[in-house]
């Protein structure tokens, strides 16, 4: 018996399928968008469709375009909830809102076709390149002279009107940026949960910028993306300022505040308390936020920002810099003195910037410091009669402290370069984070009480003679210099500041990984990481169960903890069968809405969702410090941050020339220039 309001099964059901389902025609009052092809026998979404075609590509292409035979509520509901569906219905307003526009005022109705003329195009694929190649805006006028006098037929065939002239450079960049922005909504919209980073910069001028990036989680495909949002200006202030512009952002791309799922502050200039600020503040907004420092940070996380509280920093600091200055230009002919230039150029330190250098951080500079030490003291000590500056720098290089602390430094800081390393790692083991922190924070802690190898080294090979001036006195030698202040009051504090200063590094590396975060992340990799489950299929009974409740508590406002619980043995023998994927594959495999695992397994699905969207991996570490790098020319080439924002955007997220839809691009510009949008916005 068909029941009421249903086809027969010949005319509308999937009839290849082992069970047989029918379309339901009251569907159709309940959702509106929703129509049906008899003679297919397939459903479709309307919104789609025009979508798709009004677009002229193929992003918004899903089941519910080509048409679907999954007659169930359940997959209705799933498509009207999708980013694809959304976004569908975001285009078809904003080109119903252009078509009342043009309606309204005819003479706009050339806007609609402005993808045809070639000589438009040419001239925003210019504007484009010039901005993903660093060109600067001045030279538009002649890159199209330089094409026409190549024979560019676009440019040669037409006149492109007085809009498209090259002193509208800066109008133009603001709409391929708004095309791009519109993709990345349309992305956050779609993606379950999301990550933020949050990079303050300050310059010499203590001008203090924003960068913001997210990363995202695709349901059509389960694949991640990192979007820069922008780089914005912010007052002086305290960790309030940061927090209410990143919540100011939030809300201009319509990221709701259940999203935020991660919090990754990266940066090199902010201080830990002004971090701790940020994500406090953030979380009363966000309930789901966990916040982890520098997950992607693209040079040491060790920043000397963070223990400024150690007296001695700024003094030897001051110290390495004067050498550094000193011999930076020096031609003799040295190998010690040549290995200082070439850290110089190693690290990209440009000693003429007025910007303070934490060389404490930097741990080629320091080594360069350690190994021509005997040969900058007999250099010093040749020039100190005639220079008081190379006397002062010999005294504090002979000092048993500054060596000392030198080698402290060695022993720490590539401990920190190989904890920054993993983090670049694009499909990075999240089961081995916490027993790595656990692992360094152990280390720093043991060098407090028993030096580390290159300390340890430094302290057998001190040679102790007698003195001749002083009977009953020693003196100590270091590879043939003797080192001052060696008295038991000077030895004693040099123990107080190793001391300090390791447990100071060590409560820094902690702040930046607190335990919930830890846990959360070794929970993660326990459910999803196929590669830690146990070798045997009997043991898998009692596995993950602990690390399950841990997640199923955290997230408890998103997932069904009875549910979950329920599914969960079928989950771990699925998973076990999957041994040869990884973390990431398995997580894609849930989050992928077409997929079988993700129907059987909502919640572990949800939770795959926040994972992937953990801000990690060498994409997103590349896009900060690309930031970074067009931030700082930016300015030095520009009186005023107008405009510069938009740049980034372009050069950081734009696609390939021939991906980019400049005929979108074309069509926001000129009718930002016809409604005189573009004046306000740049004033």
């Known amino acids: 018996m068909v029941p009421p309001g249903k086809k027969p099964a010949g005319e509308t059901s999937n009839s290849n399928k082992k069970c047989k389902r029918y379309f339901n025609e009251h569907w159709k009052e309940e959702f509106t968008w929703l129509e049906f092809d008899y003679e297919r026998k397939l459903m479709f979404c309307v919104e789609c469709r025009q979508a798709l075609v009004k677009n002229k590509h193929g992003k918004a292409e ?75 805006d001045e030279k538009c006028s002649s890159l199209l002279d330089f094409q026409k006098f190549n024979l560019c037929q676009a440019l040669l065939a037409s006149e492109h009107s007085e809009y498209y002239h090259p002193s509208s450079v800066r109008e133009m960049q603001v709409s391929i940026a708004k095309v791009l922005h519109n993709e990345d909504r349309h992305r956050i919209k779609a993606s379950p949960f999301v990550g933020l980073v949050v990079d303050e910069t300050v310059d010499v001028l203590e ?19 990192a979007t820069f949002l922008g780089s914005f200006e912010l007052p002086a ?84 810099d004067a050498v550094y200055r000193l011999y930076s230009s020096f031609r003799g002919e040295s190998n010690g003195l040549q290995e200082l230039r070439s850290v110089l150029d190693l690290c990209e330190i440009d000693l003429g910037s007025p910007k303070a250098i934490h060389w404490t951080s930097i741990f080629p500079a320091v080594e360069a410091i350690d190994s021509s030490w005997p040969t900058l003291v007999l250099l010093l000590e040749s020039e100190a009669e005639r220079s008081p500056v190379a006397h002062g720098l010999c005294e504090e290089l002979k000092k048993f402290q500054f060596v000392a602390f030198t080698k402290i430094l060695l022993d720490v800081l590539p401990i920190f370069q190989k904890l920054s390393r993993f983090f670049q790692i694009e499909d990075f083991d999240l089961s081995i984070l916490k027993p790595i922190v656990s692992a360094t924070a152990t280390t720093l802690q043991a060098q407090k009480s028993t030096s580390g190898q290159n300390l340890q080294e430094f302290l057998n090979e001190m040679n102790e003679h007698p003195r001749d001036d002083r009977e009953g006195e020693s003196c100590l030698y270091y590879k043939g210099v003797e080192l001052a202040n060696c008295s038991k ?61 841990f997640l199923l508590q955290a997230y408890s406002r998103v997932v069904v903890s009875e549910r979950a619980l329920s599914d969960f043995p079928l989950f771990k023998r699925i998973v076990f069968s999957l041994s040869q994927l990884s973390f990431k594959d398995l997580c894609v495999k849930l989050v992928y809405s077409n997929s079988e695992m993700h129907e059987l397994f909502p919640d572990f699905a949800i939770l795959a969702a926040i994972a992937l969207a953990l801000p990690l991996g060498s994409v997103l570490a590349e896009k900060i410090s690309r930031g970074r790098e067009l931030l700082k020319r930016g300015r030095s080439c520009r009186t005023k941050d107008e405009g510069l924002s938009d740049l980034m955007k372009i050069a950081i997220d734009g696609p390939a020339i021939n991906e980019f839809d400049f005929a979108l ?15 306000a916005q740049v004033k």
């Open 665 to 679: 691009a074309i069509e926001y510009y000129e009718s930002m220039r016809e409604s005189g949008f573009i004046v």
């Open 237 to 320: 202030g305290e960790a309030s300022t940061v927090a209410g512009k990143v919540g100011e952002v939030m809300r201009s791309f319509g990221i709701p505040t259940m999203k935020i799922t991660w919090l990754s502050a990266d940066s090199a200039s902010l201080v830990a308390e002004r971090l701790s600020g940020v994500g406090t503040a953030l979380t009363s907004l966000c309930p789901l936020l966990m916040e982890m420092h520098c997950l992607s940070h693209g040079s040491s996380l060790l920043l000397a920002e963070s223990i400024v509280s150690i007296e001695y920093l700024q003094k030897y600091e001051t110290t390495v």
């Open 62 to 136: 899903n089941a519910f375009t080509v048409g679907t035979d999954n007659f169930q509520r359940h997959a209705l509901l799933r498509h009207v909830t999708s980013g694809a569906h959304r976004q569908a219905l975001a285009v078809n307003r904003e080109q119903l809102a252009f078509e009342t526009r043009v309606h309204s005022h005819p003479e706009l109705r050339s806007v609609i076709k402005v993808e045809v003329n070639p000589a438009k195009v040419a001239v925003l694929t210019t504007v484009y390149w010039m901005a993903k190649e660093e060109v600067p």
């Open 207 to 225: 001008h203090r910028n924003l960068a913001m990036f997210t990363t995202t989680v695709s349901p059509c495909n389960g694949q991640t993306s």
């Open 489 to 549: 009051v000077h030895l004693k504090h040099f123990e107080r500041l190793k001391e300090s200063y390791l447990e100071s590094v060590r409560g820094n590396l902690l702040d930046r990984f607190p335990s919930s975060v830890l846990e959360a992340i070794s929970s993660f990799s326990a459910i999803f990481n196929p590669k830690c489950y146990p070798q045997s299929l009997e043991d898998i009974g009692s596995y993950g169960v602990s690390e399950l409740n």
